[in-house]
């Protein structure tokens, strides 16, 4: 009772943290205690395994009470009241629900958590003891029950035992002991808020047990368990985490820092896999041999390597990452849903584990062999033998002899022969070998030509593998090709637990322990203390992948730097003396970076490692070079060079990340550099760190974002953007924008003025003008420096106008190179400006006034600062050295503006034209084209328009379409090539934009088209209807119809021998979208949404689902075809393509620029904008 005490008072029953005890759970407690139940301190043993039944199936996971995915049906369910223990004759009144799996009581029918849960297989029978009551007896403990009547009593008893006769039927190890199916992911004593002892936490696939102790886990019967689909897992305190659901909040508290990590980690994983999908694992293990792990032979593996095609467990995967990419792929079943296409699933059921272990476990002799409950070391030991070495693979005939080996796979592809293949590239063969055949040139042209998908499917995902090879000495791993040179360092040095994820939070002194460090022949050491015998760890130089110095004062301790790790752990040390740290960090570095990288160690790095990088002509093979992060400058010595080379990280034009947080790319002039990362936990840190230097870090000039001439990005991005729409704006530069815009403005451009574009609509020209003022004003040490500042204001006292015109050009090459550039490029746009001064009102004199006290930051009252701004402007070519070339390019530049600005005073400019913004093959800022939208435009046309900027040459089989993408409703439709574009436009709501790529599944509707006969299909699809604003319409899931489909109208039936259909639409009013929105959890990833609208302009909107992929591509076909006349693509492209490039050739490779705002707004502004001449000629 003393616990209900210690709750809050008035707290609500539901979420009181010691809920889930009822007063015979507390007497069994104290009996525990006394009995010798375990310690706060215990721990738990490594041996202890719950039940089988204590894990239900996937097939009954979730829980009825918490609305995540129903656990079987509740058999049966009712108020009975419980005798509790210890021989008391006080019963209470419990909820009790029956299913196949468990036996549970609640204080309530509406609590989510149970207060006992009793395994089905524990219980040995059920008996009647008079009295209403009934006994459940399980090996180890009894539970009485009493119902209201003896007829309630004999219905629980009669269930009761249907279910635990069924349950000895169908399983294996009946009775209440037995292995489970697989080891928990996690388990250990937790401290729970409200809770006088510990409790036993058992976190097992998508769900986290809560057992009394040790004991009670072993026997299976535990308090309750946590649905981890609906969990959350939040970090409160140094050693405490909150595990939330929307039905109460359980704070744990761990015995240290780490354990907490490991356990926010393992419910973190465990969450993942409840919000998984099962739908490709169940298709994968459809194949027998695929049910358990190609290497340990744990049952129902959820990872894959997708280039060895082999289905592993957890464990086996963790420790396949460790071999990197070029030699197993790992992806998840459940949660990496986008690589498993329908090829790579069939690929899948046709190797699987039975045909790959034929050829990579042909040898295997049984002392080396794994099993499930081999340690890491073991599994490490015997994956690295058995695929980086390929030593227990059945060598082909052919092995060893390269071209017999290349030509025997050209032949292999061809064929459906999958385990031919697999066995002669992991012997040797070439994926991209010479073929002798200039139609086809690899292996993978011969796969295509020959229609051999999954050959196909296969050599794509190889084409970066590498072939096992052997290694002479029975090293267990060698990446490098040359032995590293032997390092010898040694001394105290402090650290922390390691870590598997990154350092989030400042660590105090208090955190670190001091250890005696060795660093001798590769092995990083490190022990309790110097007198030590047996080091606590050991890290061995060849797994590490980078190291990371931090800045002073990052921690507790005044300098510290990171180890990372292959195994994707994290290892941090401190030193108090900066030199020390720094030997330190300059041994380990040369202990585990390649020789061909010895440039980097002579650079002050605050970063260097390895990764692997795509670059130059060549992106299908991922090589691995090494990377050094020294300010802003990255050094990278590249596979293929012989010496490194810096990327100046200020001067990127595209810093973006691609994929699932996997690609980091990096955008130069001349170059496009692909970062991939292998492994999160150092990939991530380099992507912060290159974000970081990559960006704006003080207040100066140097310190700023550049362009490749050395300007500002934020002094070139409000340039361009004043001249083209703002040199005409009256009182330009002396107008003052909005205060609030200006800041705010600002603060974005100093973040990232890489990610910022300025666009008519958006921005207004005095905003833009006062911030590149007001830039100016704040900037430190000033335009003109401080040291020579002065010499500036004297020279406007010298009378002589060449004397001083000299002056000028001798302070200006005193300037530093980015204020040289930046004063170029900001009197070269003033002297444009001033040249528009009869429409601007802005002459030199104006601006000076204006920019003289802005960029000397001086308050006004010394005129000289204007008189330097007026002379730099007056004799901005003799100053700046501006040749006749430049000049004429000038002049050339503001008559094409004037000539715009006249002929959009005089009206000549065609009315009711857009500009839109259209993106190429995905949607990202350096993708994106500004493009005038006639009315009479057609989606063909706006297609070419696009292809011809980008110079994108479309090849004979090559489909290209402008597609509507709704991003709210996942959703995607092609346009016909005969739609205008423009009303398609003035529908588009703000999360819907227009996109041009491939229309992959073209040619196989055409031929579908081709072969069929008759314009009419039928078929069962299943079928959603989106509930309308009433509440009205279905939404309790998919549901079969059948449906027919003919060139008037859609009709849907409930069943196929229904007479009269249910719904009846006409073709002409509906819009068929690909895609269907996840959160409705479609029965598969092949469906549709369609709206309709009728002439009264009610709007429905609904969804179909196909069971193929081929069946969707026939049904698209058939309402396309259906719509537009059976003219699914135009039959003379090429023709509308040369008078499309011959009609707008005049305009050249114009970009506009984007409108945005409502239709009267976008109307009235986009006269004035239809062309851009200046970057017209910016590019001669």
Not at 29 to 47: H, I, L, T
Not at 710 to 733: A, F, H, K, N
Not at 772 to 797: E, M, S, V
Not at 952 to 981: F, G, I, Q, T
Request: with cysteine; hydrophobic share 35%; proline share 5%.
């Amino acid at each position: 009772m003393a616990e209900k005490e210690d709750a809050e008072p008035g707290a609500p029953r539901s979420l009181r943290a010691n809920s889930l005890f009822s007063e015979d759970e507390l007497s069994e407690e104290q009996g525990d205690a006394v009995s010798g139940g375990p310690s706060p301190s215990a721990s738990p043993s490594p041996s202890l395994h719950p039940p089988a039944p204590a894990f239900p199936s996937s097939s009954s996971s979730g829980s009825e009470d918490m609305g995540g995915t129903p656990l079987s049906p509740p058999l049966r369910a009712g108020w009975l009241d419980k005798n509790p223990p210890q021989g008391s004759y006080i019963y209470q009144r419990r909820w009790v629900k029956l299913d196949a799996d468990y036996l549970r009581y609640f204080d309530s029918e509406k609590d989510a958590y149970s207060k006992r849960f009793i395994p089905v297989s524990s219980i040995s029978r059920i008996t009647s003891i008079g009295d209403q009551k009934f006994e459940v007896i399980t090996n180890n403990r009894n539970f009485v029950f009493r119902a209201e009547s003896d007829a309630d009593r004999n219905e629980w008893i009669r269930t009761l035992q249907q279910v635990v006769e069924e349950r000895r039927r169908t399983s294996m190890s009946p009775g209440s002991s037995g292995v489970p199916p697989e080891l928990p992911d996690r388990s250990g004593f937790l401290e729970l808020r409200g809770f006088k002892h510990k409790l036993f936490v058992v976190v097992a696939g998508d769900k986290v047990f809560l057992y009394k102790n040790a004991e009670d886990y072993r026997l299976g019967i535990g308090i309750t368990y946590i649905e981890m689909n609906v969990g959350n897992v939040k970090e409160v305190d140094r050693r405490g985490f909150d595990l939330t659901t929307p039905y109460r909040t359980f704070s744990f508290v761990a015995d240290s820092e780490q354990e907490k990590e490991e356990w926010v980690e393992a419910m973190q994983q465990s969450i993942a896999e409840a919000l998984s999908n099962s739908e490709v694992a169940e298709r994968i293990w459809a194949l027998e041999s695929n049910r358990s792990c190609a290497d340990c032979g744990s049952p129902k593996p959820d990872w894959a390597s997708i280039n060895l095609c082999v289905v592993i467990c957890k464990r086996c995967a963790g420790e396949h990452r460790g071999l990197g990419p070029s030699i197993t792929k790992v992806r998840s079943l459940k949660m990496d849903r986008k690589v498993w296409t329908e090829e790579l699933i069939e690929l899948f059921q046709h190797i699987g584990n039975a045909v790959a272990n034929q050829f990579w476990a042909a040898n295997v002799p049984p002392s080396e062999s794994i099993g499930p409950g081999s340690g890491s070391r073991e599994r490490r030991r015997f994956l690295t033998a058995k695929y980086r070495e390929g030593k227990y693979r059945r060598y082909h005939p052919l092995f060893g002899n390269q071209e017999e080996l290349d030509r025997a796979l050209c032949a292999a592809v061809t064929t459906s022969d999958l385990a031919e293949t697999q066995a002669l590239l992991f012997c040797g063969a070439a994926v991209s070998c010479a073929t002798g055949d200039p139609q086809c040139p690899s292996p993978l042209a011969l796969a295509q030509r020959s229609g051999q998908r999954l050959q196909m499917e296969f050599l794509l995902h190889n084409r970066s593998s590498e072939p096992p090879r052997l290694e002479v000495g029975g090293s267990e791993e060698k990446p490098y090709s040359v032995p590293l040179p032997s390092v010898t360092h040694h001394g105290f040095l402090y650290k922390t637990p390691s870590m598997a994820k990154p350092i989030g939070e400042r660590k105090g002194p208090e955190e670190f322990s001091r250890r005696w460090c060795t660093l001798q022949d590769g092995l990083l050491s490190y022990y309790e203390s110097d007198r030590s015998a047996a080091p606590n760890g050991e890290l061995r130089a060849e797994e590490m992948v980078c190291l990371v110095h931090n800045a002073p004062h990052t921690h507790g301790i005044e300098n510290t730097f990171e180890v990372y790790m292959e195994s994707e752990r994290l290892y941090l040390f401190g030193l108090e003396k900066p030199d020390s740290a720094r030997e330190w960090l300059k041994s380990i570095a040369k202990s585990f970076v390649h020789p061909c990288a010895e440039e980097l160690l002579a650079l002050d790095f605050e970063r260097i490692g390895r990764l692997h990088y795509k670059g130059g002509l060549n992106l299908e093979r991922a090589k691995e070079g090494w990377f050094a992060l020294v300010g802003s400058v990255l050094h990278v010595c590249f596979q293929d060079s012989e010496r490194q080379e810096p990327l100046q990280l200020r001067k990127l034009q595209e810093l973006s990340i691609q994929g699932d947080n996997e690609v980091l790319v990096l955008v130069e002039r001349r170059r496009t550099l692909y970062i991939q990362g292998e492994r999160k936990l150092d990939f991530l840190g380099w992507v912060q760190a290159i974000q970081k230097a990559a960006g704006s870090s003080g207040d100066t000039l140097s310190e700023q974002q550049l362009t490749e001439s050395d300007v500002p990005l934020l002094v070139d991005r409000c340039i361009d953007y004043i001249t083209q729409c703002g040199l005409t704006s009256e009182g330009i530069y002396r107008k003052s924008g909005q205060n609030s815009k200006t800041t705010s403005l600002l603060e974005m451009l100093r973040r990232d003025a890489r990610s910022v574009r300025l666009k008519e609509g958006e921005h207004h020209v005095d905003d833009v003008a006062n911030t590149l003022k007001r830039f100016f004003r704040d900037l430190g040490d000033g335009l003109f420096t401080r040291r020579w500042g002065q010499d500036w204001l004297r020279a406007t006292a010298l009378e002589d106008e060449e004397v001083k015109i000299s002056e000028y050009r001798q302070l200006l090459g005193t300037l530093p190179t980015v204020n040289r550039a930046t004063l170029k490029s900001l009197i070269n746009h003033l002297f444009r400006v001033q040249r528009f001064s009869g429409e601007n009102q802005m002459n030199t004199h104006n601006l000076a006034i204006v920019f003289g006290p802005t960029l000397f930051q001086m308050d006004g009252k010394d005129y000289k600062a204007g008189r330097v701004v007026e002379d730099l402007i007056s004799h901005y070519v003799k100053i700046f050295n501006v040749n006749d070339q430049e000049m004429k390019k000038q002049q050339d530049e503001i008559m094409a503006i004037m000539k715009m600005r006249e002929a959009a005073s005089s009206g000549t400019q065609q009315a009711g034209d857009f500009i839109c913004t259209v993106y190429l093959e995905e949607k990202k800022t350096e993708a994106e084209q500004h493009v005038k939208i006639p009315a009479t435009m057609t989606a063909e046309e706006l297609t070419f328009e696009i292809l011809d900027r980008r110079k994108v040459v479309m090849k004979e089989k090559d489909y290209w379409s402008c597609y509507e993408v709704n991003e709210r409703e996942e959703a995607e439709r092609p346009l016909h090539y005969s739609e205008k574009v423009l009303p398609i436009l003035h529908c588009l709501g703000t999360e819907s934009y227009l996109v041009v790529k491939k229309q992959m599944a073209m040619e196989n509707m055409l031929i579908y088209l081709a072969s069929r006969g008759g314009d009419c299909k039928h078929g069962l699809m299943k079928f959603r209807e989106e509930r309308n604003l009433l509440g009205l319409g279905l939404s309790t899931g998919f549901h079969d119809r059948y449906f027919i489909l003919s060139h008037r109208c859609l009709r849907l039936y409930r069943e196929v021998r229904s007479h009269k259909p249910e719904k009846e639409w006409p073709v002409r009013n509906l819009r068929v979208y690909l895609g269907i929105k996840k959160k409705l959890r479609p029965p598969t990833c092949w469906g549709f949404t369609v709206f309709y609208e009728n002439e009264k302009h009610e709007k429905q909107q609904w969804y179909l689902c196909c069971d193929t992929q081929a069946d969707l591509r026939e049904w698209f076909a058939t309402f396309l075809h259906v719509q537009h006349g059976g003219a699914l693509w135009p039959s003379e492209s090429s023709k509308v393509r040369t008078s499309r490039w011959q009609q707008d050739s005049r305009l050249g490779n114009i970009s506009l620029i984007p409108l945005r705002g409502n239709e009267s707004e976008m109307r009235n502004s986009v006269a004035a904008f239809a062309t851009d001449p200046l970057t017209l000629l910016r590019n001669v």
